[in-house]
């Protein structure tokens, strides 16, 4: 835990006039640790833009590359759009045990345990989503991981913000 309120203090902390790259890989640090602390085999930041879902930052235990980044789909297809609109619910145990779990968008691969926030930038405009999932139902989930993650969507956003005014 005190590893990834550090990073995050770190990636928080970095200046103004921080490299694309810089901020780029600051992102990526709070993915992986993200995906770590919860224990989940992936963790991505979507873009969501002309009714598309595209994947800018990917983080994934070894392993478990199903995602390619620069991938895109519809929108509409997406847990990412779901959850945003109210459809899914923001921390799922177990996806298979979702009452509407035959109405879900089909994957390439199974999805057991899923958590998803959106991204807001500082304009109030949602630029896309936060997420981390498991093949697998994970352990137990709790509130405080979906605020952990939401802190981590908080901090990306303002991330995103930067590079964009760079």
């Given at each position: 835990?005190?590893?990834?309120?550090?990073?995050?203090?770190?990636?928080?902390?970095?200046?103004?006039?921080?490299?694309?790259?810089r901020i780029d890989r600051a992102v990526h640090e709070v993915l992986r640790l993200m995906r770590e602390h919860l224990e989940m085999d992936v963790a991505?930041?979507?873009?969501l833009h002309?009714?598309?879902?595209?994947?800018?930052?990917?983080?994934?235990?070894?392993?478990?590359?199903?995602?390619?980044?620069?991938?895109?789909?519809?929108?509409?297809?997406?847990?990412?759009?779901?959850?945003?609109?109210?459809?899914?619910?923001a921390c799922v145990q177990d996806v298979r045990l979702l009452p509407d779990a035959a109405e879900l968008p089909p994957t390439a691969f199974d999805i057991g345990s899923h958590l998803s926030t959106p991204v807001v930038l500082s304009d109030g405009s949602i630029y896309g989503t936060m997420c981390c999932f498991s093949f697998q139902a994970a352990r137990p989930l709790v509130e405080r991981d979906l605020k952990r993650l939401r802190m981590a969507a908080d901090l990306a956003a303002r991330l995103i913000d930067q590079r964009q005014r760079g």
């Open positions: 835990m005190e590893r990834l309120e550090e990073a995050l203090g770190r990636a928080a902390a970095l200046p103004a006039d921080a490299s694309v790259e991505f930041v979507s873009h002309g009714g598309r879902r595209y994947f800018v930052t990917v983080d994934t235990r070894a392993g478990a590359e199903v995602i390619v980044v620069g991938e895109s789909s519809p929108a509409e297809e997406s847990f990412c759009q779901r959850v945003i609109d109210g459809r899914l619910p």
